[in-house]
């Protein structure tokens, strides 16, 4: 008794953030095991890892390394930088990361994991073409390796510059930006276990000590977070141009909801010896991701309600702003690396992805390098390209993370329909539900992104003009899927 009073007693209470928090976890226990219990696990099947094995992509590896590598792989800048910029919309932002997360991210990674492991590990776009169509599957191959070559410049900018800014202020980032290129280039080219296997363990330790190290200064500095019953106002600097929705559902992806994710899962799926795994690695890795993204938003909250002059800063600056205002140097060292680490480990994932994506559909064998090479070059080449403008021009960055967010959710709307045409066309009853709500949800956002932005169409419409728009074509695609899917398979 005595020892829960001087908990809350030195943390402010904090009651919006410690309920989110329980119920990040309740959700994993609840809602993730009835996930599951849709997907119908068979724990006698044999996985892709043990019959396709050839010590590249096909790996067998163990569960906690699988897990590490999955977590990693999604928690790039987007729970952090996303979250921090995302927390700019005011406390609506804990809602959007709790809810979304369980109903929607877990949902998402579990199932399109799960799929991918019933289909021999088959990459994202082989996926939507067979459930969606192949005129989907060939536009989606193109937009993946737009996608994946955009992630790889964000998680390159993004830690070279806090390298640069942090630790070397003297030294050209552009030398930053050449040693992740080259640790990309042998993640990208070797096997699995060989690279990302060894030096995840380090890098989730410094990921791991980073959230830690916030949650702690919640305990000692006792911030007066900013709690949701005190109004959801919109505290973004631009507020006008961008309300809340769905600019909020935008900029916090890869802590709700994220399309990236996908491409990962199947990535891992290649690695499974199990289909009981699946759980702990897809659905529970994007549980800890919500909680790190939640985290980073209440921090965020904290410094924007005492100083709003901070909201004009961008995300990987207020990274350098919470550490360095709350640590003494040695825990500022390790959150920064923590940010850094989540960065890279997406980076280098995201290109294996593109590698594998472009092997996929031009039917190209991964076993021998010399073939990996010729697929990875050309990759590489765009990216560096890409790096260079976004690093030159003024605003550079700002125009390739708004693309790449974009891109990034209407991702995971096209995956969240493939995966409701799954559940249907397997399960009786209305268990596609689950992804369906998501998926009209994200269909909604991302029409309406396009149709409200001020730096998209809603520079040339009414704003009422583009919900109602987004809201007609949200209603189309689901009689379709209706039509197609449910009216015909009654």
């Given at each position: 008794m005595y020892l829960c009073a001087f908990f809350f007693k030195n943390t402010n209470i904090m009651i919006t953030f410690w309920i989110s928090?329980?119920?990040?976890?309740?959700?994993?226990?609840?809602?993730?095991?009835?996930?599951?219990?849709?997907?119908?696990?068979?724990?006698?099947?044999?996985?892709?890892?043990?019959?396709?094995?050839?010590?590249?992509?096909?790996?067998?590896?163990?569960?906690?390394?699988?897990?590490?590598?999955?977590?990693?792989?999604?928690?790039?800048?987007?729970?952090?930088?996303?979250?921090?910029?995302?927390?700019?919309?005011?406390?609506?932002?804990?809602?959007?990361?709790?809810?979304?997360?369980?109903?929607?991210?877990?949902?998402?990674?579990?199932?399109?994991?799960?799929?991918?492991?019933?289909?021999?590990?088959?990459?994202?776009?082989?996926?939507?073409?067979?459930?969606?169509?192949?005129?989907?599957?060939?536009?989606?191959?193109?937009?993946?390796?737009?996608?994946?070559i955009l992630v790889g410049v964000v998680f390159v900018n993004t830690p070279a510059q806090l390298l640069q800014s942090q630790f070397a202020p003297n030294m050209s980032v552009y030398v930053w930006v050449v040693v992740i290129l080259i640790y990309y280039m042998l993640a990208t080219l070797l096997p699995i276990d060989k690279v990302i296997g060894k030096i995840y363990p380090i890098f989730g330790f410094l990921l791991i000590g980073m959230a830690v190290a916030i949650v702690a200064a919640f305990v000692i500095y006792r911030p007066a977070i900013p709690e949701i019953w005190e109004g959801m106002q919109n505290l973004n600097p631009k507020a006008a141009d961008n309300p809340i929705f769905p600019m909020m559902f935008i900029s916090i992806a890869c802590g709700a909801v994220s399309g990236f994710h996908a491409t990962q899962s199947t990535l891992v799926a290649r690695c499974m010896v199990n289909e009981s795994q699946?759980?702990?690695?897809?659905?529970?890795?994007?549980?800890?991701?919500?909680?790190?993204?939640?985290?980073?938003?209440?921090?965020?909250?904290?410094?924007?309600?005492d100083n709003p002059a901070l909201l004009s800063e961008s995300g990987p600056a207020m990274v350098g702003i919470i550490a360095n205002r709350w640590f003494p140097k040695a825990i500022a060292v390790v959150t920064i690396l923590g940010v850094i680490s989540a960065a890279i480990t997406s980076g280098d994932t995201a290109l294996r992805s593109c590698r594998l994506i472009m092997a996929d559909f031009m039917n190209i064998e991964q076993k021998?390098?010399?073939?990996?090479?010729?697929?990875?070059?050309?990759?590489?080449?765009?990216?560096?390209?890409?790096?260079?403008?976004?690093?030159?021009?003024?605003?550079?960055?700002?125009?390739?993370?708004?693309?790449?967010?974009?891109?990034?959710?209407?991702?995971?709307?096209?995956?969240?329909?493939?995966?409701?045409?799954?559940?249907?066309?397997?399960?009786?009853?209305?268990?596609?539900?689950?992804?369906?709500?998501?998926?009209?949800?994200?269909?909604?956002?991302?029409?309406?992104?396009?149709?409200?932005?001020?730096?998209?169409?809603?520079?040339?419409?009414?704003?009422?003009?583009?919900?109602?728009?987004?809201?007609?074509?949200?209603?189309?695609?689901?009689?379709?899927?209706?039509?197609?899917?449910?009216?015909?398979?009654?």
């Open positions: 928090l329980a119920v990040l976890v309740l959700g994993y226990v609840v809602y993730g095991a009835f996930t599951e219990k849709v997907f119908g696990i068979d724990t006698n099947r044999e996985t892709p890892a043990t019959r396709l094995s050839d010590g590249v992509d096909y790996v067998p590896m163990k569960p906690w390394k699988l897990f590490l590598i999955q977590f990693l792989n999604i928690a790039g800048v987007g729970p952090i930088c996303g979250a921090i910029m995302g927390a700019q919309f005011g406390t609506a932002s804990y809602l959007w990361i709790v809810l979304g997360c369980i109903f929607g991210g877990a949902v998402h990674d579990y199932m399109s994991g799960m799929i991918s492991l019933r289909e021999d590990g088959a990459s994202l776009p082989e996926i939507h073409g067979k459930y969606l169509g192949n005129g989907v599957k060939q536009f989606m191959r193109g937009f993946m390796v737009f996608l994946m699946g759980r702990r690695i897809f659905y529970g890795a994007m549980i800890v991701e919500g909680i790190v993204a939640l985290i980073w938003a209440a921090a965020a909250s904290y410094f924007y309600h021998s390098l010399s073939k990996r090479l010729w697929v990875a070059v050309p990759i590489f080449a765009v990216t560096a390209v890409f790096l260079v403008l976004s690093l030159a021009a003024p605003k550079g960055f700002a125009v390739v993370w708004q693309y790449f967010s974009w891109a990034n959710q209407f991702l995971s709307a096209i995956t969240l329909w493939a995966v409701t045409v799954y559940i249907a066309r397997n399960k009786t009853g209305m268990y596609y539900l689950i992804s369906l709500i998501p998926a009209l949800f994200m269909t909604m956002a991302t029409t309406s992104f396009l149709l409200v932005s001020k730096t998209s169409l809603g520079s040339f419409m009414p704003r009422t003009a583009g919900y109602v728009i987004a809201a007609v074509f949200t209603a189309v695609t689901l009689a379709i899927f209706l039509r197609k899917e449910i009216v015909k398979k009654a």
